[in-house]
């Protein structure tokens, strides 16, 4: 029974978490150390998987008509926008890719309940929000290579206590990206 109550409290956590541009995997290690779990880091980080998963199905369930209409653009013939978009997530999303096929065993042990590790990360993330609030818009096109910088720091982003989206919406804040547009192309 106990196992059920962490796994709604951590439920009401990532749900609560998710859309805000804080770390909600840095909260979840933070809940799991506050209800004493004491599972293993394979256990750990798949109960965390499981909850983003879960967040990514209401994401795509929320986006649902916007995601559509990406992926029927997409199709047609001929360059379009939405095909540059697709692409330019794609690469982004690269950096993050390796770096979870490559340092799996390493990215375990970052989900050990390192309550020292999550709490550096979350102040990191309040600097770099912090730091973006001040950034000067110059209104640079969302390219190729600002994207894979976008992508690098996504990949830094799987550490506890990052947040993914202020990573990749500060990154392009400060590469001179609108915020509409770098808020878009984070969610």
Known sequence: MNDVFNAII????QGLTEFLPVSSSGHLE???YILGDKSMPQD????TVVLHFGTA???????RKEILEIIQKFFTKGESEEKSFVYKIVLSM????????????ELEQ?????????????I????????????TVTGNNVTYLNLLKVGIAQAIDITPGISRSSAT???SVLLGIDRTKAARFSF
């Not at 951590?10 to 956590?13: A, M, R, S």
């Not at 199905?57 to 986006?63: G, N």
């Open 10 to 13: 951590l439920g009401i956590v």
């Open 30 to 32: 933070l809940a799991k």
């Open 44 to 47: 750990s980080l798949l109960m």
């Open 57 to 63: 199905m209401a994401t795509v369930y929320v986006f």
């Open 94 to 105: 690269i950096p993050a890719a390796i770096v979870g096929l490559f340092f799996e065993k």
């Open 110 to 122: 970052l989900f050990t309940q390192n309550i020292m590790l999550v709490c550096a990360m979350l």
């Open 124 to 135: 990191i993330t309040g600097i770099l929000l912090f730091i973006a609030d001040r950034a």
């Open 169 to 171: 919406i500060s990154t």
